[in-house]
C-alpha cells in the first residue's frame, strides 16, 4: 500500500520555499491560534507533493496545495463556500463524502481509499485518498487533513505490463505448440524412413532417434498447454504425458498399459520439461527391453514429495535388466540423459539391481 502523504518524508526546502499552500484563516480565529495554524500550515507545505486540503467542521476547504488547486480549480477558503462535496466540477461518489463524515464525527482514520475520478482537463485519474482528524490540534476552523495520491500511471503501467505478459505467454504456448507439432512430423518421417531402409542397424537408430523426438514433442505439448512460467499441477501433467506416450508408442494390440501416480503439488514450468524428459526416456527404455516378442505387462510412474524431498520412480514387470558384463563400463546414452537431467533438478539416479522386472528412481533429498 502506498504511504499517506502525510506521513511521506520530504527534504528540506528551506524557509524560502513556504508558499505551497494557499490559507486564508478565519477571521474569528485568534491571534495565538493563527500562529499556531499558520506553524501547522507551514509543516504541511514541506511535505504536500500530492493534492492536499485542510477542511473546517463544516467540511468547506480552508486550506489547498497547489497541486490540488491546479487538478481542482475554485475559490478556497471562504466561508461562504459550499461544502467540500459540492464545489467544483467534480462529482464526488457519495461513500467519499460518508467517510470524511465518519473523520468527522467519529475520528476515523482513512489511509489509501481507492477511488476514481473524472477531472477536466486531466481525464480519468486514479487516486488514493488520506484523511485525518487534528480539530483541536490547529484551531476551531481547522477539521480534517485530506490527501489525495494519484495513482494513475501506476496502473497504467501495472496494466500494460500485465497485458504485455499475457500476449508473451501466449506467444510462447504458440511456439510450444508449433515446435510439438514440427517435431510430431520430423518424428513420423524418420518412422517412415526407418521402415524402408535395408540395414537393420540403420532401423535401429531411426527408431531410437524418433523415440527421443516423441518424447520432446510429448513434452512440448504439455508446456503448450499448461502455460510458461507457471506452476505446474505435476499430478494432471504426469498422467497427460504418459497417456500421450502411450497412444503414441504403444500399438493396440501390445498388451502394455502405463500408470502414473502422484502426490498433489506444483513444480516449476522449467523443472517440468526436465521431469517429462527423463520420464519419457524411462518409459522408452521400458517399452524398448522390458517386454519383448510381444510380452504383456505394466509401466508404473509414481512420484512421492514430502516437503523439499520428493522420488520419482519409474518401474515394470517386464524381463528385467541382465547382469552387466564383468569389466564392461559402458553407459548408455539413455542412462547418461536421465543421469544430466536429475543432475538439473538437484538428484540423482538409483537403479535397482538386475532381477524380474526394472526399476528407476530419480531421489531428490534435503532443502532447497
Request: hydrophobic share 40%; glycine share 8%.
Amino acid at each position: 500500500m502506498s504511504t499517506s502523504p502525510l506521513l511521506s518524508p520530504a527534504p528540506d526546502r528551506g524557509s524560502g520555499d513556504q508558499g505551497h499552500l494557499h490559507v486564508v484563516p478565519s477571521d474569528q480565529a485568534s491571534s495565538s491560534e493563527t500562529t499556531r495554524y499558520s506553524s501547522f500550515v507551514n509543516a504541511l507545505t514541506a511535505v504536500a507533493r500530492e493534492p492536499l486540503i485542510v477542511l473546517d467542521c463544516g467540511l468547506r476547504i480552508v486550506a489547498a496545495s497547489p497541486s490540488y488547486r491546479q487538478m481542482f480549480p475554485g475559490n478556497f477558503a471562504n466561508a461562504h463556500e459550499p461544502p467540500f462535496g459540492e464545489m467544483n466540477c467534480i462529482q464526488w461518489d457519495s461513500s467519499v463524502l460518508e467517510l470524511l463524515a465518519d473523520v468527522l464525527s467519529q475520528g476515523a482514520i482513512v489511509e489509501d481509499y481507492a477511488i476514481e475520478l473524472d477531472v477536466p482537463n486531466f481525464g480519468r485519474r486514479r487516486m488514493l485518498l488520506s484523511a485525518r482528524q487534528v480539530m483541536g490540534e490547529i484551531g476551531r476552523d481547522t477539521a480534517i487533513v485530506v490527501g489525495f495520491e494519484d495513482v494513475t500511471a501506476l496502473h497504467e503501467a501495472q496494466d500494460l505490463k500485465a497485458a504485455l505478459q499475457e500476449k508473451q505467454e501466449m506467444l510462447l504456448m504458440e511456439v510450444h505448440h508449433r515446435v510439438a507439432n514440427s517435431l510430431q512430423i520430423i518424428a513420423s518421417i524418420l518412422l517412415l524412413k526407418a521402415r524402408s531402409v535395408q540395414s537393420e542397424e540403420t532401423r535401429h537408430h531411426l527408431h531410437d532417434v524418433h523415440h527421443r523426438i516423441v518424447s520432446v514433442a510429448s513434452v512440448q505439448r504439455q508446456l503448450s498447454v499448461s502455460g510458461p512460467g507457471r506452476n505446474v499441477e505435476f499430478g494432471p501433467y504426469l498422467t497427460v504425458l504418459c497417456e500421450g506416450l502411450a497412444s503414441s508408442m504403444i500399438a493396440d494390440d501390445q498388451g502394455i498399459a502405463v500408470t502414473a501416480f502422484a502426490t498433489a503439488g506444483t513444480i516449476k514450468s522449467e523443472d517440468a520439461v526436465s521431469f517429462g524428459l527423463i520420464v519419457t526416456e524411462l518409459v522408452i527404455n521400458a517399452l524398448k527391453h522390458g517386454f519383448p516378442d510381444g510380452r504383456r505387462g505394466h509401466i508404473v510412474v509414481d512420484y512421492v514429495r514430502d516437503g523439499n524431498d520428493w522420488r520419482l520412480s519409474v518401474s515394470d514387470d517386464g524381463v528385467g535388466r541382465s547382469a552387466s558384463v564383468p569389466g564392461s563400463s559402458h553407459v548408455g546414452l539413455g542412462t547418461s540423459i536421465v543421469e544430466a537431467l536429475a543432475r538439473n533438478l538437484g538428484a540423482h539416479v538409483e537403479i535397482a539391481p538386475p532381477g524380474p522386472g526394472a526399476a528407476t528412481t530419480i531421489v531428490h533429498a534435503g532443502a532447497d
